[in-house]
């Protein structure tokens, strides 16, 4: 069945330092895929998505490409500030269908230090 | 604005009793979901609705059911609380047809079952 990856957490980074979060899938057919944020006490809000190859979603930053040759939506930031603290969710849908579900990674957490 | 709200964000309640989670959306969005969110495992689909009186069931439905009687409001039902549904239970919502588009998200209710 369709699944999503995550690099694992958490991950601890300076403020102003680059920042990767890998995510890899794995789906028949064309999905969308997404990155969602949830910040302290929140609950998740669309942070960027892509819904075909190629496509390059971006947002407050944060950038992340539809690579369907390497299955990877790998989330990146040039320069984190102290406010990117929260958990990254990669997920995915197939969307082909009204029953079609998302599913979702199981979450980075992000703790960036002054 | 759009906006999907949750009737508490904390609650605690003991074993065995019955336990009624709310969401109510302004969106006039079709599509409610409701979702389980627990460290290391994601997020988990326990059910949605693709409109009023209509339901499905998700990956982990055991254990709960639902309600949808009007379309602006998702109700999630623990007829016997057990300990292992301690957890942070998420509502989304998504208009009809958009099926690669996004869910938004209410800010959670954090229930603990003692």
């Known amino acids: 069945g369709d699944s999503v990856t995550q690099m694992e957490g958490p991950v601890t980074l300076s403020e102003e330092a680059f920042l990767t979060i890998n995510c890899t899938y794995t789906a028949t057919g064309y999905p969308s895929l997404f990155w969602y944020v949830q910040y302290p006490g929140e609950g998740l809000q669309l942070l960027l998505k892509?819904?075909?190859?190629?496509d390059k979603g971006s947002n407050k930053g944060f950038e992340a490409t539809y690579r369907k040759e390497t299955t990877s939506f790998h989330l990146e930031k040039g320069s984190v500030q102290v406010s990117d603290s929260a958990v990254y969710f990669c997920a995915l849908n197939r969307g082909e269908t009204s029953y079609d579900k998302v599913i979702f990674g199981p979450g980075t957490s992000l703790s960036v230090i002054p | 604005d759009v906006k999907v709200t949750q009737s508490s964000r904390y609650l605690v309640k003991r074993t065995g009793e019955k336990v009624f989670l709310e969401c109510v959306q302004d969106m006039d969005h079709e599509n409610m979901f409701w979702y389980r969110q627990d460290p290391g495992l994601g997020l988990r689909l326990i059910y949605f609705s693709y409109d009023v009186k209509m339901k499905e069931k998700g990956d982990i439905p055991e254990g709960y059911s639902v309600s949808r009687e009007k379309k602006e409001r998702f109700s999630l039902i623990l007829e016997s609380a057990s300990t292992n549904q301690t957890s942070m239970y998420l509502c989304a919502s998504r208009q009809q047809g958009a099926v690669r588009g996004t869910q938004y998200f209410g800010p959670g209710t954090r229930l603990t079952v003692l």
């Open positions: 892509a819904t075909k190859a190629d």
